[in-house]
């Protein structure tokens, strides 16, 4: 046999095991995760090999544990199975759940998740399974490594699904358990980046020349599951053994009702940059304010610190909307199916994936007007509803028109008209009740750029009965003692531009142009300071999205 030959009959034995193995079918087995062991470009290091929790994740395999030697053996937190989706119900969990509690081991339930499955059923079985969350338990964990031959976006709509039942049940984000190769093959979502990523990659932790991979959307690894030969004081043959990247006081941080405490450096869940700046960056929300009252659909946008590269949107709870890539706010536009009263909360994550900073309203979300009940209100104009709304239009500017500050509006409208306000966006600017002169206004815009303009007319009992926009871009001041005539000003293209050094009618010191905002009639009016710069909202309805949570370890 020649050497070449050799070689390539090498070459294809190595292929055809690769094939059997990949090939090998029934039920999960530790032997699988082998296959996510395999080196890839990502890299997440431990930070520091200083500064590390040892623990441990069992199951009925590893059968009855004496959790006092596990203790003692100083393993600080353990994730123990509940089950392998709706079929196998592991009849080990209570006595280990109550075990790891009575000595002092941090303890979290996990469940293998079955996609093929009902995801709520197997979401309700953990939580009646698990009990009621005690302080100081770890979240619990969806085991993400099974595809129940399901296609990548139903495994993704699927753990969706689990995660999202589970953190409303709770009111605590699950953390997810997957290797790097079984994700990106077969779930390939980069929607669950939010969540801790517990990682299998069995590799000897203290090899400092090495660093396990993470999946997109992960930058890093929170649990590293680095060996299924683990042997532990208390518990006979193999057991999984994991590591916490932090100190032992990072972890009792991310575990259930933890007593967060102003300036320990950590923006907790129950921080704010208003409640503890010390541990939260800036993040303030430009639109809406605390209080509104608005009309779907509800377009929200947040200003943070520059370290913040993703924003999430909650609603009560629910994550309605994420924005990963501002222009100059953080934004999203959401059509709500639910009314009234709504506690919007919006967290802001570093560039490493880590909670920096957040911020919340409350909202009041108000159903759509209906042509013919009399108000004139929301999306309705003249044009629409007739029967609601009289007439009312712009005469200067025309829509989509280009103008230079400062900007003269102008309306004509029906005679029961007896006051206009104007609004840029959703912040009110001027008001005028001069008729005679079209309602005319002038002002001074602070932020250039395109801006909704709308007009909103009001009859002699201050109500609303009409109501118009415009869309325009405002461009710089002209300068001009730059220029020798006024016919210089008119005939050149390409106007001299200074800086905008005036103040909009309501700004975030208060103040005011000689348009008064005093002169606003309706009762029900406030001011609200002008802050806002146009960015456009993400396209389409954002939907509110239900999403799941992870577990780990072995299978029946």
């Given at each position: ?210 660093c396990p991979s993470v999946p ?27 590591i916490f990247d932090g100190t ?249 531009i200074v800086e905008d050094t ?55």
């Amino acid at each position: 046999m020649t050497k070449t030959t050799a070689t390539i009959l090498s070459i294809l034995s190595a292929l055809i095991l690769a094939f059997l193995l990949f090939s090998s079918c029934g039920e999960e087995s530790p032997e699988d995760r082998l296959f996510d062991q395999l080196p890839m470009e990502v890299k997440s290091c431990i930070t520091d090999r200083t500064k590390i929790v040892h623990g441990i994740d069992v199951s009925k395999w590893q059968g009855s544990i004496d959790w006092s030697k596990v203790a003692q053996a100083g393993y600080k937190f353990a994730f123990i199975r509940v089950s392998d989706g709706l079929t196998y119900i592991d009849s080990y969990f209570p006595q280990n759940w109550a075990g790891a509690k009575n000595n002092g081991i941090i303890r979290g339930a996990y469940q293998f998740f079955r996609p093929n499955q009902d995801a709520i059923q197997q979401a309700q079985l953990l939580l009646d399974k698990m009990g009621p969350l005690q302080k100081g338990d770890l979240p619990p964990v969806i085991d993400v490594e099974n595809t129940g031959n399901l296609s990548p976006a139903e495994v993704a709509a699927q753990i969706g699904k689990w995660i999202n039942y589970v953190e409303s049940k709770l009111g605590i984000k699950p953390i997810i358990y997957s290797g790097y190769y079984f994700w990106k093959d077969n779930v390939k979502s980069t929607a669950f980046g939010d969540y801790l990523l517990w990682l299998p990659w069995y590799h000897d932790y203290q090899d400092t020349a090495f660093c396990p991979s993470v999946p997109d959307p992960w930058t890093k690894w929170t649990f590293w599951q680095w060996t299924d030969k683990g042997s532990v004081p208390g518990i006979s043959g193999n057991v999984d053994l994991d590591i916490f990247d932090g100190t032992i006081d990072d972890l009792k941080k991310i575990t259930y009702n933890y007593e967060e405490i102003c300036g320990d450096n950590y923006c907790g869940t129950n921080e704010t940059y208003q409640s503890c700046p010390q541990d939260c960056l800036m993040m303030n929300f430009v639109m809406p304010k605390d209080g509104d009252e608005l009309y779907n659909p509800v377009l929200f946008k947040v200003e943070a610190d520059a370290n913040i590269t993703k924003v999430n949107y909650y609603a009560d709870g629910y994550l309605f909307g994420t924005s990963t890539k501002p222009e100059t706010y953080f934004t999203v536009e959401y059509t709500f199916n639910t009314l009234g009263e709504r506690v919007i909360l919006a967290e802001g994550f570093d560039r490493s994936g880590k909670r920096a900073a957040a911020t919340s309203i409350t909202i009041k979300v108000l159903a759509t007007p209906k042509c013919g009940d009399g108000e004139c209100n929301g999306e309705e104009n003249h044009n629409t509803c007739s029967q609601d709304c009289v007439n009312i239009s712009f005469i200067t500017p025309q829509n989509n028109e280009e103008v230079h500050n400062p900007v003269t509006f102008k309306v004509e409208a029906d005679k029961e008209v007896v006051s206009v306000i104007y609004t840029a966006d959703i912040y009110k600017f001027a008001t005028s009740s001069d008729r005679n002169s079209n309602f005319e206004v002038n002002y001074k815009f602070n932020v250039l750029g395109n801006r909704k303009i709308i007009a909103d007319g009001y009859n002699a009992n201050n109500k609303k009965i009409a109501t118009t926009y415009i869309n325009i871009k405002i461009l710089e001041e002209i300068d001009a003692s730059a220029y020798d005539t006024f016919e210089d000003i008119t005939n050149t293209t390409q106007p001299d531009i200074v800086e905008d050094t005036t103040t909009d009618i309501i700004v975030d010191t208060g103040t005011q142009d000689t348009e008064k905002t005093e002169d606003i009639k309706p009762a029900d009016i406030i001011e609200i300071k002008e802050t806002y710069s146009d960015v456009k909202p993400d396209a389409g309805n954002i939907q509110e999205k239900e999403s799941s949570g992870c577990g780990c370890s072995v299978i029946e």
